[in-house]
């Protein structure tokens, strides 16, 4: 299970309450290893993630274009890898809820703990920035 200390802060209170609900939905898909779970608990939790992962990712894509973001093109990039990767997974593991969910649990922790530790860091560094230079 992973802590949610490895969240930063975007300094955007939308982008960091999805970054907690995010945290949330990886609990609950960790937890899913643990216990026996019905197809449709697991379909709904999966929508659940596919929604918040997409509103996430186009309010981040707002932000980065509201600040100018120099980087945003790649970060969109590594944005649809994670959607396609978890596409990928819900398909071609469709027929082990076991399986599934384990593999769900480690692109979504990789994303929590990777991508918003890593690459949401730079935007958030680069925002800073923004703020510091204009204050100058």
Known sequence: MI???KIISMHN?????????????????????????NPKE????????????????LDEEDFM???????????VKIHRSIILEIEEIVISEAGSIK???EKLDRVVRDFIINHTS??????????EQQIKAKLI
């Open 99 to 101: 399986i599934l969910t």
């Open 13 to 37: 209170e939308i982008l960091d309450s999805q970054h907690e609900e995010l945290f949330g939905i990886s609990i609950n898909l960790s937890l899913m290893n643990y216990r026996h779970i």
């Open 3 to 5: 802590s949610n200390e």
């Open 65 to 75: 274009r509201e600040i100018n973001y120099p980087y945003i093109n790649e970060h």
């Open 42 to 57: 697991l379909k709904n939790v999966l929508r659940e993630l596919l929604v918040m992962l997409n509103r996430h990712f």
């Open 118 to 127: 890593k690459e949401d860091s730079k935007i958030a560094r680069y925002y």
